[in-house]
Every structure is written in C-alpha cells, then in structure tokens.
Nanobody, 117 residues
Framework: QVQLVESGGGLVQPGGSLRLSCAAS????????MNWYRQAPGKERELVAR????????NYADSVKGRFTISRDNAQNTVYLQMNGLKPEDTAVYFC??????????WGQGTQVTVSS
C-alpha cells in the first residue's frame, strides 16, 4: 500500500536550516508529482512546494520562494525539502503528499518544524 514517511523536523532558531525527507513506498514513485504541504496552528493547510515526477519542474508558495528547495531522488524513492532562512511563521507540521492514480490523496504522518528563539 501507499506509504509516506516524513522525517527531519525539529526545533531551530530563526535564520536556521532544516532538511526534511519523505520516504515513499508501495507505488511507482517515479510516475508521480510529489508535494509538500504544511499546516500551522489556526491556519489552513497550504501547499508549500511541488516537484514533477522527473524532477524537471518545481513550484513554490510565494511565502517560501528563494528560501525552500524541493528535490527528489527517484532511485531512492525519496523527496526532500531543504528549508533555509527559517522564520517563526514557518512553524507548522509539514506533510508529504501524492495524488494517486485513483484520484485519492495520500499523506504522511507529518513532521513538526518549530522556528523559535
């Protein structure tokens, strides 16, 4: 079955960096675009970044452009989110996501990112 497992979150100071990983299994990873979402307390879940199945194109939320980079390694079935210049407003639970061929969305369990002094 489809499984997504995020890791790499933690507590960092403003201006710091984190690299999130999402390990995928149970499906043909290289056939699918992959997404990172986040949800902060009291806010709606928002799309942070998207990467094409072959990694050729990416999209970012305006709030993270220039600071975050999404990448993938199809040989390792893993998608990454490199986060630099972190701000307190980046504090959220970050989720890996894929829209499966059935039309259903699958989500990982999430990893907490807290940016605070």
């Amino acid at each position: 079955q489809v499984q997504l497992v995020e890791s790499g979150g933690g507590l960092v100071q403003p201006g710091g960096s984190l690299r999130l990983s999402c390990a995928a299994s149970g499906f043909a990873f290289g056939w699918y675009d992959m997404n990172w979402y986040r949800q902060a307390p009291g806010k709606e879940r928002e799309l942070v970044a998207r990467i094409a199945s072959d990694g050729a194109s990416t999209n970012y939320a305006d709030s993270v452009k220039g600071r975050f980079t999404i990448s993938r390694d199809n040989a390792q079935n893993t998608v990454y989110l490199q986060m630099n210049g972190l701000k307190p407003e980046d504090t959220a639970v970050y989720f890996c996501n894929v829209r499966y061929y059935t039309g259903s969305y699958y989500w990982g369990q999430g990893t907490q990112v807290t940016v605070s002094s």
